[in-house]
Each structure stands twice: as structure tokens, then as C-alpha cells.
């Protein structure tokens, strides 16, 4: 997979750069906000090679990549300079509902905490099994081990404080400090017993005491309060002293309001609802695991499992367990990878085949966003059979009692996470959850889901061959052409004399480059901006005829941060052949020591038949020099 390629793809088709107002990234989509995202274009996105799928929900634009989506996160990194959010104008921004506007927050501050979350959850699982095989306990081994394993979760606060000033903002080390405040020793000695109210006073006001420790919410409600009390002092305090007297103010006014009004509420809140879920998961055990391993997939698609997170974390900490959402998701992601399987093996296409079989096995394992948005998303009846399986599965999970003891992405790697204190027994029945959903989910797909999976390839091919029969006898065969003339006056010479590896070797693309006589560089093509580089010494253009074009002006300029370069275009802008696109200062760029001979990378040249240099050596701008068949 080309990454390089990709990144510059998915970026032209989101709006190109300046449309970027953030991007992370989970197991297998990216995830943009974008400040416009009716500049997306869809469809195109879906049709690009390595995309499986997108969705939008909550307030992000999701591109569906697969196991290989941190690859795909930095090449688009690399792409945009490590600016994401920082170039472009505002965009119209969208109303989005309550709803959008929570989920993208919460997606948002747990996305980049997951692999700590995970990481220490599977640490402990498997100190429990190391227990329950002889590990002695008390050993100075096992204390160790369980230190790494605790301490992410224990220090949860801190790591939300991290992602919420990122998301709100704010000072990010007045975020932590505050945060650290919560689990301060010298705090936590005034606490008796954990998980339980106490009292003492500030100022003489009332301030119940209660853990902050492994908690959600009251850091978040900290974080939103500094967000507008540090907006107020920066509003209300003269410029003079403001660096002074602006952190003590704002330390202090958070940090009260948080010990005196929004840690308890947070705290009693945060308790109350995840008792009350594991409470309706004690009465009726059987309800809970049936409504999650059945609607699972489709909390996916919208980003509601995200909304799920804080009360699974919350009730890990409170009681050592959960049974809110993993009894019900393990059945669920076996029956994504099963689904996908039955597909694979009954399917004759090569492509969908490799596809199905390759996401079924990632789904078993725990990620199930390429089954999903690759497979079983595609075909209603594999979907409905999906949902069935998981529903099956977890039924049997709630009527065993299944419990997860730490937080996980459920599969086949993390069944450790269902081993508890008290032996096998929870492990067995997650296990025999697993398999009724495999079993139940093949049959189905075999016997039923795949009717649809057949009626789409049968009409596949009899669109192929009505598309090859409306093409008139004499077309067929026929070449078409595009010219991509020069973009200033100069010398055209071949890639491979350009001082740059990358470009000589023609990784990026075939092409030509100029050795520039003028500041003036032109558009060689009529089209549209995709991007404009944040260092704004290349452009990524795409033709009418769909030409990919990058003018990469001068050789590693990246490093002069947009020095002596005057951006004349934006991304999303149409522009026509001798368009100017941006000025270079050619004497001030060669005195810091850097070559100005400028490529032009047709960078979706595998797209073509023939890329061909066409004109050598001295050129005025607008000579034809490449030609595109």
C-alpha cells in the first residue's frame, strides 16, 4: 500500500487541508472534523484503494482503513507538515445536534487513552490467570507488574486532563496540575475508606470529600469549568500582569469550585449511574448482554459504543468489574468475524474474497471495523444474521452472569479479561457465549445472509456487460490524452537528475521537473487546488480529466517553514492552465542553501497507461511537457 498516495488522496477528497480542524485515529478509521463537511466527497472516498468504508457520527468524518490505519494516520501527518488544523480559513461550521456534539467529545478525550486503558486492563487479567496458576501474590514480582497495571487507570484523571485540554483548548499543564490536585496524597489521606462520602471545609464552606481516583467525570466537568473561568481572567486581567496573576487566579478559582461543587457531583453521579447499570445487569442478567451483542454493530457505525466508556470504566474501578457492555460486544465481534468468514468462503470474487476472509480473521481477534464497514454493512440479510448471532450469544452470557474485569477490545486476545478471582468458570461461559455466536452466525450466512451477498454479484456482471455493449464498436480501443504544460520558464530535465532520491527514484509518481528561471509558478492543468502544503512550498492539484498533480517547488524547502514562498490559491479553489499559484524567492531560497529545481509528480500515475516526459530543456511556461494517456 502506497501511504504517501493515500494521505495526499483522502486529503484532496475531504476538502484538502485547510478543511481539517482535527484528526486521530482508533483501531482502524481515521477520524477527521472538518470544518466544512459538505466539501467531502464521499463517494470518491469509498472508491479510493485502501478505504473500506466511511461513516459520520458525531460531529467526525470516519474513513475506514483497517489494521493499517496508524500507517495511513502518519503518512497524512507528514502530508499536511504535522499541522493538522493550523492552515486554512474557518468554514461554514454545522449545527450539530446535542447528541453529535457529545459523542464527538467523548470519542475525542478517550480515543488517545485507550492503549494505556487496554494495555493496563489485559495486565492485570493476566496477573489473575498468573494467580490462579501458583504466582505467589505477595511477591515483590507480582507487586511490581501490578503497579504498571494499576497505575493508568488509578491516574485517569491526569490522562483525561491531557485529551480535554487538547479537545477544549486550555492550558494543558493547568489541565494536569488541576487534575493532580484530585489524587494528591496529601487529599486522598483525608479519606477514611474509598467510594465513600466524607466531609471537611475550605474557607469555612462545606466541602465533601469523596476518591477521584480511576473517576470520569469530574475531571471532565473541571475541564469545561477551566475552559471558561480561564477565558473570563484572560478578558478581565490588564496585559501587564495578566502572566502573573491569570494562573493564580484561574488555579484557584477551578480548583475550589472543583473540590467544593463539580468533583462531588461528578463523583456521586459517575457511581450512581454505573451501580445502576451493573444493578439492571443483576436483576435481569439475561436483558443487558441480548440488547448490546444485538445493536453492537450499529453503535459502531454511529459512535455511540464511545458513550459507553466512562460507566464501563467507572464501574472497573468502582466493583473490580463490568457487565455493561463486554459480556454482550465479545459475542458480537465473533459473529462480525464469522459473518465475514461465511462470506469468504462461499464468495467467488477474488477481491471480496481476500477482504472477507482477511477482516473475518481481525474480527475474531477483536477489530471489527474492516468486517463491518468492508462486509457485512454492505449486505442487509449478513447484517440482520449479525445481529441475530450476537444477540444469541449473548443471551447465554447474561444468563451465566459473564463479567469483564478490565476494560478491553473483546476477542479471541483479550478473553484473558474474563478471567476473575474465582477461577474458570466466568471464562468457560465467555468462551461458550463465543462459540454459539460463531455457530449460529455461519449456519445463517451460509444458509441465508449470502442471498445477498450472490444477488449483488450477479447483477455486477450484467451491468458489465451492458456498460461494454452502450460502447459504440469504433471506441473501443480509443486513447485519451492530456498535456500538462510548464509551470514557469525554465529547464525541463528527467526525474532521475533531480538531487532527491525520492523523486529520481519516481516513488511519488512520474513526471518532469524544472530548473527555474522566474518567482512565478503557474498551474500546469485546468482543475481544482486539492491542498496547499502549511509550509507552503508545494501544491496538490487536480485536473478535469483526473490528474493528480504535485509541485513540489525546490528540494527538503520544507525546512524553511514558508519562508520566501506567497501562496497565491487556496485548496477547493478551480483554477485554468497559466493560473499563478504561488511566488518563490529563488535568490533568498538558494542563499539558505537550498535548490530550487522543481518537480512535477503525477502522483496517481499508476492510474495510467503511459506518463511521458515530452519536451527537454529550455521551455517558456505553458509548453506542454508531460503527457498523460
Request: aromatic share 8%; charged share 15%.
Amino acid at each position: 500500500m502506497d501511504f504517501e498516495k493515500l494521505a495526499e488522496t483522502l486529503v484532496s477528497l475531504v476538502g484538502g487541508a485547510g478543511n481539517i480542524s482535527n484528526l486521530t485515529h482508533c483501531a482502524a478509521r481515521l477520524r477527521f472534523t472538518l470544518k466544512d463537511e459538505s466539501k467531502a466527497d464521499e463517494e470518491q472516498i469509498k472508491k479510493t484503494k485502501g478505504v473500506l468504508g466511511v461513516a459520520r457520527s458525531g460531529g467526525q468524518f470516519q474513513i475506514i482503513i483497517g489494521q493499517r490505519v496508524p500507517d495511513a494516520y502518519k503518512a497524512i501527518e507528514t502530508h499536511l507538515g504535522g499541522a493538522i488544523g493550523e492552515t486554512g480559513e474557518e468554514g461554514p461550521k454545522e449545527k450539530k445536534k446535542v447528541s453529535e456534539v457529545i459523542f464527538d467529545f467523548v470519542a475525542s478525550i478517550f480515543t488517545p487513552i485507550l492503549p494505556a486503558i487496554i494495555g493496563a486492563g489485559l495486565i492485570k487479567s493476566f496477573l489473575s490467570l498468573a494467580v490462579l496458576l501458583g504466582m505467589d501474590a505477595e511477591g515483590s514480582t507480582y507487586l511490581f507488574i501490578n503497579v504498571l497495571g494499576d497505575a493508568p487507570l488509578y491516574f485517569l484523571p491526569l490522562l483525561l486532563a491531557v485529551t480535554c485540554s487538547k479537545k477544549l483548548g486550555t492550558n494543558t499543564f493547568l489541565n494536569v496540575a488541576l487534575a493532580g490536585a484530585l489524587v494528591h496524597p496529601n487529599y486522598t489521606a483525608l479519606l477514611t475508606d474509598a467510594f465513600n462520602i466524607h466531609f471537611s471545609s475550605a474557607f469555612g464552606i462545606p466541602v465533601t470529600l469523596a476518591t477521584y481516583s480511576s473517576t470520569v467525570i469530574p475531571v471532565i466537568l473541571m475541564s469545561i469549568a477551566l475552559k471558561y473561568i480561564d477565558g473570563f481572567f484572560d478578558k478581565v486581567i490588564p496585559k501587564i500582569v495578566k502572566f502573573f496573576f491569570k494562573p493564580v487566579l484561574t488555579l484557584l478559582a477551578v480548583g475550589m469550585l472543583t473540590f467544593i461543587v463539580l468533583g462531588p457531583i461528578g463523583f456521586v453521579a459517575g457511581v450512581g449511574i454505573s451501580t445502576a447499570l451493573n444493578t439492571l445487569s443483576t436483576h435481569v442478567g439475561w436483558l443487558v448482554p441480548v440488547i448490546i451483542g444485538g445493536v453492537f454493530p450499529l453503535m459502531v457505525t454511529t459512535g455511540m459504543h464511545y458513550g459507553i466508556v466512562p460507566f464501563m470504566l467507572q464501574s472497573i474501578a468502582s466493583v473490580g468489574y463490568e457487565q455493561i457492555c463486554c459480556p454482550g460486544n465479545l459475542p458480537s465481534n465473533i459473529a462480525q468475524g464469522a459473518a465475514s468468514l461465511a462470506v469468504g468462503f462461499r464468495t467467488k470474487k477474488s477481491e471480496l474474497k481476500q477482504l472477507a476472509l482477511t477482516s473475518g480473521v481481525t474480527a475474531l481477534l477483536g477489530t471489527t471495523e474492516p468486517a463491518l464497514f468492508g462486509v457485512t454493512l454492505r449486505y442487509k440479510k449478513v447484517l440482520s444474521c449479525v445481529m441475530i448471532g450476537g444477540a444469541a450469544g449473548g443471551l447465554y452470557a447474561g444468563i451465566t452472569g459473564v463479567k469483564c474485569f478490565s476494560f478491553c477490545s473483546p476477542g479471541l486476545l483479550a478473553l484473558v479479561a474474563f478471567i476473575g478471582p474465582d477461577g474458570f468458570t466466568n471464562i468457560i461461559n465467555a468462551c461458550i457465549s463465543m462459540v454459539i455466536a460463531f455457530i449460529v452466525i455461519f449456519v445463517l450466512v451460509w444458509l441465508y445472509g449470502y442471498q445477498d451477498v450472490a444477488k449483488q454479484e450477479t447483477e455486477g456482471k450484467a451491468e458489465e456487460v451492458e456498460t461494454a455493449a452502450e460502447i459504440p464498436a469504433d471506441h473501443h480501443g480509443a486513447e485519451e490524452k492530456e498535456e500538462i504544460v510548464s509551470i514557469a520558464d525554465g529547464n525541463i530535465i528527467p526525474l532521475s537528475e533531480v538531487p532527491d532520491p525520492t523523486f529520481a527514484g519516481e516513488i511519488l509518481g512520474k513526471g518532469a521537473a524544472v530548473q527555474l528561471e522566474s518567482d512565478e509558478i503557474y498551474s500546469p492543468v485546468d482543475g481544482t487546488v486539492a491542498s496547499v502544503f502549511p509550509t507552503k512550498h508545494a501544491i496538490g492539484l487536480l485536473s478535469d480529466d483526473g490528474v493528480e498533480v504535485l509541485i513540489h517547488v525546490g528540494i527538503d524547502t520544507v525546512q524553511l517553514e514558508g519562508r520566501h514562498y506567497d501562496v497565491k490559491v487556496e485548496a477547493g479553489q478551480k483554477v485554468k492552465k497559466g493560473d499563478l499559484l504561488l511566488v518563490c524567492d529563488r535568490e533568498a531560497i538558494e542563499k539558505e542553501g537550498y535548490q530550487t529545481v522543481t518537480p512535477i509528480i503525477i502522483s496517481n500515475t499508476a492510474d495510467f497507461d503511459e506518463v511521458q516526459q515530452i519536451e527537454n530543456g529550455k521551455v517558456k511556461k505553458g509548453t506542454p511537457v508531460i503527457r498523460v494517456k
